[in-house]
Structure formats: structure tokens, C-alpha cells
């Protein structure tokens, strides 16, 4: 059950959901507007993201079917689709592209820097070259950001290394074709090294590369495992959960949707509960506004999840004090 709000501090501040129309920013009486959704995962792994998204749309007045039409793209956890995605909707001549991760705002910003990108769930824009600054984005992309940048990453290993504090060797599972990659493993470094954990890098582009991974996991006596935030292990959660129980690894997860899947634990923010904010961007920018003068809106609160009966399964059992840190949990 959810122990506390799951409430978003929002860096815009009230402006946020309260969009000012005048008569040079109103949208045009009786357009249809058009609009991108470009999405590395699957539709069925995001599902509850997406009808958030969609639902904070329809309270601000814009109605898929009615005022809207959304072109739907999905890389189903293969992000090297995404290029030729991206430019399939910039064929279409859109009114803007929304586009969940990093991966998908960058295919989307190398197409084209004319139609407004409104990007979710970035860990580090301005790190991935998306954005010139939160501030002032500059450019043709704006949108929200899921962390206050890549020290989440480091976080979650130091939750993992609290519930289990015998842990020694760690593995981290990451996919090279993925940009996040890039941005999380130094954090993981810096704070593995800081807690006295010895860290095992391993690679995974997808799902056909798993058991190898696992197998050097078990070669390499990996005592836990820490999941980067990636599309493809989104999509195939339960493959990976599975997996981690069958090594008997612990793991932390970027997602609480792996969590909800028989994963361990995860720290990271709300997708269903974050998703209606970019809805803000999509109007403002439908009415007129430039995504380059639109602040970047980050949260500042996070859920621990834990998986009780994962924990179970694997003989664990967690500190009091660590359990009453956690904000939703599975019993």
C-alpha cells in the first residue's frame, strides 16, 4: 500500500497546471491538431504512464478522436528502432512529438528542430545534449526530467546496500545501445566504491543476450543486482525478475513497475503519477508557447518500493527501519 503522497514538487511551481489564454495563444477554433508519441518501450509495459498522460490531456480540453489525433510509434524495447521511427513522424508533419525516455527524445531531436519535442522521464537532459539548461532549454525540446540527475542511480544502490548489508560484489546490468547507460554507470562507480562494494559491469542490448548476462552474474559470484534504467529492461521485467529469483539476486530496479512484477525493490519517481505533467507542455505549446522559454519540470520526491514476498523467496528479511522508509509495499 502507498505510505505517503506520491505528490511531485514541480519545478515549474503552480504555473504548471494553470495555462493563462489570451487571444494570441488560443488554439485555433475547430483545428485537429496532430501530434507524435514516440515510446522506446512496448504500449502493454507502459500502459499506466500512457492513460495518465492521456487522461491529463482530456482535462485540459484535448480529446484523442475529437480536437486530436495521436500517431503512435513503439520500439518495443529496441531502441536502435527508434531513428527510423522518429523520422516516420516527422514525415507526417506534425504539430509536435512527445517522446517517454532519453533515448526516444534524442532520436527525435536528430530528425528534426522545427516541430516541439515535449520529452519524459529523461534522467539528465542536459547531460544527453537534449537541452541547453532546465531553465532555459533553448531549442525545439522541453518536457520533464524523472531525477534531479544522475545521483539517483547512486541511491539506489546505497537503498539495496541498506536492506542488505552484507552485500559485497554487486552486479549491473546495463545495454550498451542505450544513452542512459552512459550517464548512470559513473554514479553507480562513485557510490559503489564508497560503500566498500565491489561492482561487476554486464551487458545486455536485449532479451536473446539475458542468460548470458545472468550466467557471467553467477561466474563472477554476484551477491546482488542493481538494474539500470533502461527501456528494454522495462519491457522485459518479468523475464529479468525471474531470472534474478532463479540466481537468488536481490535487485533494485529503476521502475515500480518491475517491482509490481516480482522484482525486489525500486527507488524511482511515479511514471503514472508524473506522465500527466508533460500533458501541461503539450498544451501550452498546442496554444502557442516556444519550448525553448518553457522551464524543464524535475521532482523532488521519490518511492522506495519493496516486494515482500520476493524477499521471502530469496530468505531476506530487511531492517525495521528500512521498511519504514518504503513508500509502497507488496506483502
Same mark, same amino acid.
Given at each position: 500500500m502507498n505510505r505517503r503522497n506520491a505528490a511531485i514538487a514541480l519545478f515549474l511551481g503552480p504555473i504548471a497546471f494553470t495555462v493563462a489564454i489570451g487571444p494570441a495563444n488560443a488554439q485555433q477554433?475547430?483545428?485537429? +491538431? *496532430?501530434?507524435? +508519441?514516440l515510446s522506446a518501450p512496448s504500449r502493454e509495459s507502459v500502459e499506466q504512464a500512457l492513460e495518465a498522460f492521456k487522461r491529463a490531456l482530456r482535462q485540459l480540453g484535448w480529446i484523442?478522436?475529437?480536437?486530436?489525433?495521436?500517431?503512435? !510509434?513503439?520500439? /518495443?524495447? =529496441?531502441?536502435? *528502432?527508434?531513428?527510423?521511427?522518429?523520422?516516420?513522424?516527422?514525415?507526417l508533419n506534425l504539430d509536435l512529438i512527445v517522446a517517454p525516455a532519453g533515448a526516444a527524445a534524442l532520436a527525435a531531436k536528430k530528425v528534426t528542430s522545427s516541430i516541439p519535442i515535449v520529452m519524459m522521464f529523461p534522467a539528465d537532459? %542536459?547531460?544527453?545534449?537534449?537541452?541547453?539548461?532546465? *531553465? *532555459? @532549454?533553448?531549442?525545439?525540446? #522541453?518536457? #520533464?526530467?524523472?531525477a534531479p540527475g544522475p545521483e539517483i542511480f547512486g541511491k539506489q544502490l546505497q537503498f539495496l546496500k541498506e536492506a542488505i548489508p552484507k552485500i559485497a560484489r554487486?552486479?549491473?546490468? #546495463?545495454n550498451p545501445a542505450d544513452p542512459v547507460t552512459a550517464i548512470q554507470l559513473p554514479e553507480v562507480e562513485t557510490a559503489a566504491r564508497s560503500l566498500g562494494i565491489q561492482l561487476q559491469k554486464v551487458a545486455a542490448r536485449g532479451p536473446e543476450?539475458?542468460?548470458s548476462a545472468f550466467a557471467a552474474m553467477a561466474r563472477e559470484r554476484a551477491e546482488a543486482l542493481l538494474v539500470s534504467r533502461g527501456t528494454t529492461f522495462l519491457v /522485459? !521485467?518479468?523475464r529479468i525478475s525471474e531470472l534474478a529469483m532463479k540466481g537468488r539476486l536481490p535487485t533494485m530496479y529503476s521502475f515500480r513497475e518491475c517491482v509490481e512484477e516480482?522484482?525486489?525493490?525500486?527507488?524511482? %519517481? /511515479?511514471?503514472?503519477?508524473?506522465?500527466?505533467?508533460?500533458?501541461?507542455?503539450?498544451?501550452?505549446?498546442? =496554444?502557442?508557447?516556444?519550448?525553448?522559454?518553457?522551464?524543464?519540470?524535475? @521532482? #523532488? =520526491?521519490?518511492?522506495?518500493?519493496v516486494n515482500l514476498k520476493t524477499a521471502k523467496a530469496l530468505g531476506l528479511s530487511f531492517p525495521r527501519s528500512f521498511l519504514a522508509s518504503a513508500d509502497y509495499v507488496i506483502q
Open positions: 477554433p475547430g483545428k485537429v +491538431y *496532430r501530434i507524435g +508519441y484523442e478522436g475529437q480536437n486530436l489525433v495521436i500517431e503512435y !510509434r513503439w520500439a /518495443n524495447g =529496441k531502441v536502435e *528502432r527508434l531513428p527510423d521511427l522518429a523520422l516516420e513522424l516527422v514525415a537532459p %542536459v547531460e544527453l545534449g537534449l537541452i541547453a539548461s532546465l *531553465r *532555459r @532549454p533553448g531549442g525545439n525540446v #522541453t518536457g #520533464t526530467s524523472s554487486m552486479a549491473v546490468l #546495463t543476450e539475458f542468460d /522485459n !521485467r518479468a516480482g522484482g525486489l525493490m525500486a527507488y524511482a %519517481v /511515479n511514471m503514472a503519477d508524473f506522465a500527466g505533467s508533460a500533458a501541461v507542455y503539450v498544451d501550452k505549446i498546442l =496554444k502557442g508557447a516556444k519550448p525553448a522559454d518553457l522551464p524543464v519540470e524535475q @521532482p #523532488t =520526491k521519490f518511492e522506495l518500493a
